[in-house]
């Protein structure tokens, strides 16, 4: 009878550090370099992971998405960020996967949506995506994106939708997403993508008060042109953002690119971890926000849109228990 008592105590001892040492692990979640949307993004649920779920997570900073993506794929990071294009290219194996299927991932679901734009300086006159095209032969614009591979994407499908391609342009090659930016600041460029009231983009239109500062090119919103856009950005959406004078480059309405950045995720990644990581970041977006001000544009009913990337388990059952719909 003392044998069998002191086996069924080890074993309830064994029992509990294997639990233990389960709650113990640390989560990984892939993020950018320090300063970077993705870096941001990570810093963000890291923490509200930790305080609120009591899931130990550390970000781990890459060159960019296109470095980290094959991570997860392999099951060697649990956890990181795209936006939902580029998830689709590297699912597939497309657009700047090209030839590099990424099968294992699975989608979490959207953090928040990503809006940007081409932008010039305000003394060209350029206002519109058919002004762009008038003067396009004799303007420079940033390319290549070396560590931001996805970022080329972006660009042709806004320059797409005014029927151009880089082609029309003097291109001038750049490392990644920031040192385009900067480079409309240094005069290097005249043509570049900037995020929508982004600390580097509030720099460069300081840099370039003398010019009136930055202004953004409206895109074309007929369906032709529409069209055209979503041959490269599938999930992408030009929408009409209102004249804001706070925000470098909108003094006027204009029509511009969302894209939903959202968590990536492995298949094999437990379902109860996928289900607290969503529960956690669903339900927290004002202290999420407190972080990161993009996350104060979270909406949790919109956390579950159509992709090409299946959804994980452990985030359908969270999305089923609170009447998210999915794929819509």
Partial sequence: MKTSIKLLTAALIGSAFMSGAAMAQVVGIASGQPGSLGHNT????????????????????????????????????????????????????????E???????????????????????????????????????????????????????????ALANGGMTYDDFKKVPVSNFVKGIFALGDGLVDVTLISLNSGAGKKVNAQLQGRGGLKYVSLDTSPEAEARFKKLMPTGNIITIKANENIPGMSEAANLVEIPWVMLTNKDVSDELVYEMTKVIAENKEKLGASFGAFKRANLAKMAPATAVEYHPGALKYFAEHNITVGK
């Fill in 42 to 97: 990570g810093q963000a649920v890291a923490k509200i992971a930790n305080q609120e779920a009591g899931i130990i997570a550390r970000t781990q900073p890459h060159a960019g998405t296109a470095a980290y993506i094959p991570l997860i794929n392999n099951g060697e990071i649990e956890f990181g960020f795209a936006n939902s294009v580029e998830s689709e290219y590297a699912l597939t194996g497309t657009g700047n996967f």
């Fill in 99 to 157: 030839g590099r299927a990424n099968p294992n991932l699975r989608m979490v679901g959207v953090m928040f949506p990503l809006r940007t734009g081409l932008m010039v300086a305000a003394d060209t006159g350029i206002k519109t995506i058919a002004d762009l095209k008038a003067k396009a032969s004799s303007l420079r614009i940033s390319s290549e994106y070396t560590a931001s591979t996805i970022i080329p994407y972006y660009i042709m499908g």
